[in-house]
């Protein structure tokens, strides 16, 4: 799978919105992109992928750069249940079936 | 929701001793996984299965074998404990679907100590 480069940390104030970045330069046209996130002591979580367009679910958004190099997870209304390391992740169809997380971006909430 | 579930949350066993981790899903996925994740090592697949009585190894099988003779149920064996295998063993679900959009279910994770 191509590589991700995400920052190291990020902070946020509760209830503000959050755009986590992601940049994949060297993305090829099948890889989907994938975000998921670990709460602390927990398993990992899914939350959003998309392809091209951007991507809504209940949990966030996903907006995809035009060029497909970048990409940013949007936590619409950050609460403290939010903090987690966000992992984004590139998959195409020939990937191989294991998950592979990079070091992620460490998300702190202060309320 | 997919709910993965794993039999223990922590778990304390002694150098040597067979150890059974086991795992259950719930929305009849195809796909089921083991991982291990350790600090600064990221997550490391031990074993994958694909269907029921189906396995193959991850990239670090090594003192691990799996079960599994029900398609929601997903065994990790420790066949003689050793204190290297202390981590957080992760079990992970998913569709069969087509390459690249397939997403991973993870159950709590169990936390490991072997002394």
């Known amino acids: 799978d191509a590589k991700t480069t995400q920052p190291n940390s990020m902070e946020s104030n509760e209830e503000e919105p959050v755009h986590l970045p992601c940049n994949h330069s060297t993305i090829s046209g099948t890889d989907y992109i994938h975000w998921y996130r670990q709460l602390p002591s927990q398993g990992p979580e899914y939350v959003i992928h998309?392809?091209?367009s951007n991507v809504n679910n209940r949990m966030a958004s996903l907006a995809i750069a035009e060029d497909r190099k970048s990409s940013t997870l949007i936590l619409h209304r950050a609460t403290l249940r939010d903090a987690a390391v966000y992992y984004c992740i590139l998959r195409s169809s020939g990937s191989a079936r294991q998950l592979t997380f990079g070091s992620g971006t460490q998300l702190t909430v202060l309320p | 929701d997919v709910k993965v579930t794993q039999s223990s949350r922590y778990l304390v066993k002694r150098t040597g001793e067979k150890v059974f981790l086991e795992c259950v899903q719930d929305m009849d996925h195809e796909n089921m996984f083991w991982y291990r994740q350790d600090p600064g090592l990221g997550l490391r697949l031990i074993y994958f299965?694909?269907?029921?009585?189906?396995?193959e190894k991850g990239d670090i099988p090594e003192g691990y074998s799996v079960s599994r003779e029900k398609k929601e149920r997903f065994s990790l064996i420790l066949e003689s404990a050793s204190t290297n295998q202390t981590s957080m063993y992760l079990c992970?679900?998913?569709?069969?679907?087509?390459?690249?959009?397939?997403?991973?279910?993870f159950g709590p994770g169990t936390r490991l100590t072997v002394l």
């Open positions: 299965s694909y269907d029921v009585k189906m396995k």
């Open positions: 992970a679900s998913s569709l069969k679907l087509a390459g690249g959009t397939d997403t991973q279910y």
């Open positions: 998309g392809l091209t």
